[in-house]
């Protein structure tokens, strides 16, 4: 299996619904570095799981959406609880979209995941990973 993995950063304003989150029920910011790798069996005529250059430019693209606002008020996210794990899977959802849709270059037509990472901390991150 081939990869190819891509990195942004993020910074966020939430609240978190649910006793079991504590004082992150209040509004705060996180800051997140976030990892999209692609996997492939194999590589397109080129050499190439995506074309890097625009697998990062869809992420920035994707992490310019989320970042510096609050999330509590962006109607695309209305009704879900923004943890790390939920918000991996927002970006690698919209990675997919892009991904068909050829943003991602015209060999992309291979991937057969996508995997997102959000990293909280160097203690701490979560996944999401789904076919595209």
């Given at each position: 299996m081939f990869s190819v993995t891509v990195r942004d950063h993020?910074?966020?304003a939430h609240s978190l619904a649910g006793a079991v989150f504590g004082p992150a029920q209040r509004l705060h910011g996180a800051?997140?570095?976030v990892d999209a790798t692609f996997r492939a069996p194999t590589l397109d005529r080129d050499g190439l799981v995506v074309d890097?250059?625009?697998a990062a430019a869809a992420l920035a693209a994707i992490v310019g959406e989320l970042s510096y606002r609050n999330l509590d008020d962006d109607p695309a996210l209305?009704?879900?609880n923004t943890t790390t794990e939920r918000l991996a899977q927002v970006v690698a959802?919209?990675?997919a979209q892009r991904l068909r849709s050829g943003e991602l270059g015209a060999g992309a037509g291979h991937v057969s995941a996508i995997s997102v990472?959000?990293?909280e901390s160097h203690i701490a991150w979560?996944?999401?990973e789904r076919a595209p």
């Open positions: 993020m910074m966020i800051t997140y570095v890097i250059g625009q209305a009704g879900i959802d919209r990675l990472t959000l990293r979560a996944s999401y």
